[in-house]
């Protein structure tokens, strides 16, 4: 009689993952996935973090060179609001843009438009930086009103430029009166104002609520909290 002959044990394994070995594999990528997106949203935040600090700095050195062609006065802080010499068309003109109105100058890709902002509030905002109005709000002692008649920053008279802030990032804040169109920002922001401070101030970096400015020393750099320097009245 004929044996039929033996096959080797590994003839009969079935090759391939097993349950188990399956549901480690799952959850092994689920463990780096998890280790790996806050990483990868950590450095995206980094470099939009670093293109609002390059904003911030251009848009200083456009306001500072305004000021060296006109015996040291800033751009306008507020009115007129839709034309030049308003600091947020002060810059679009200086960025290369030609017009002489709002709906000319402003546009969506520009250093008057913050990378994180754009990110969390969409891609149509025109203008999402304030320009620093402290001193400059027709209170008693400020010389002139900025939303009622051109008011500017004496840029050369300003004593302590490392402390004292220009420009900051905004926020989508609730104006009474005539207000802003929902793709800009405020644009002004008077940091001995409450509401302002709690309202006007972009709140956008990282997970504090941090926020940037470009100092009148032509630094620009981020914050946790405002200083309190930043309350005294700009000349």
Same mark, same amino acid.
């Not at 399956?22 to 293109?51: D, F, K, Q, W």
């Not at 002060?90 to 100058?105: I, N, R």
């Not at 405002?226 to 000349?235: F, H, K, Q, V, Y």
């Given at each position: 009689?004929?044996?039929?002959?033996?096959?080797?044990?590994?003839?009969?394994?079935?090759?391939?993952?097993?349950?188990?070995?399956?549901?480690?594999?799952?959850?092994?990528?689920?463990?780096?996935?998890?280790?790996?997106?806050?990483?990868?949203?950590?450095?995206?935040?980094?470099?939009?973090?670093?293109?609002?600090?390059?904003?911030?700095?251009?848009?200083?050195?456009?306001?500072?060179?305004?000021?060296?062609?006109?015996?040291?006065?800033?751009?306008?802080?507020?009115?007129?609001?839709?034309?030049?010499?308003?600091?947020?068309?002060?810059?679009?003109?200086?960025?290369?843009?030609?017009?002489?109105?709002? &709906?000319?100058?402003?546009?969506?890709?520009?250093?008057?438009?913050?990378?994180?902002?754009?990110?969390?509030?969409?891609?149509?905002?025109?203008?999402?930086?304030?320009?620093?109005?402290?001193?400059?709000?027709?209170?008693?002692?400020?010389?002139?009103?900025?939303?009622?008649?051109?008011?500017?920053?004496?840029?050369?008279?300003?004593?302590?430029?490392?402390?004292?802030?220009?420009?900051?990032?905004?926020?989508? &804040?609730?104006? &009474?009166?005539?207000?802003?169109?929902?793709?800009?920002?405020?644009?002004?922001?008077?940091?001995?104002?409450?509401?302002?401070?709690?309202?006007?101030?972009?709140?956008?970096?990282?997970?504090?609520?941090?926020?940037?400015?470009?100092m009148l020393d032509g630094s620009a750099k981020g914050f946790a909290e405002?200083?309190?320097?930043?309350?005294?009245?700009?000349?």
């Open positions: 009689m004929q044996r039929t002959p033996s096959l080797p044990y590994s003839a009969f394994v079935r090759k391939g993952f097993t349950l188990i070995e399956t549901l480690v594999v799952i959850a092994t990528i689920a463990v780096l996935v998890g280790v790996l997106l806050p990483a990868l949203a950590g450095a995206r935040e980094a470099g939009r973090a670093a293109g609002c600090l390059a904003n911030l700095r251009s848009q200083f050195l456009i306001c500072r060179l305004y000021a060296d062609d006109h015996r040291g006065w800033s751009p306008a802080i507020g009115v007129p609001y839709g034309t030049p010499p308003n600091w947020a068309l002060v810059v679009q003109s200086a960025s290369g843009l030609s017009g002489g109105t709002s &709906a000319e100058l402003y546009t969506t890709r520009s250093v008057l438009v913050c990378p994180t902002t754009r990110g969390r509030l969409g891609g149509q905002l025109q203008r999402t930086y304030a320009m620093n109005a402290t001193g400059h709000a027709g209170r008693p002692g400020d010389p002139d009103n900025y939303d009622v008649e051109p008011a500017f920053i004496r840029m050369d008279r300003v004593e302590r430029t490392t402390e004292a802030v220009l420009l900051v990032d905004a926020a989508a &804040a609730p104006i &009474a009166g005539p207000a802003p169109p929902p793709t800009r920002l405020a644009s002004v922001l008077d940091f001995r104002d409450a509401r302002h401070r709690s309202e006007r101030l972009g709140r956008i970096h990282g997970r504090r609520g941090g926020f940037q400015g470009a405002i200083p309190g320097a930043w309350s005294d009245p700009l000349p």
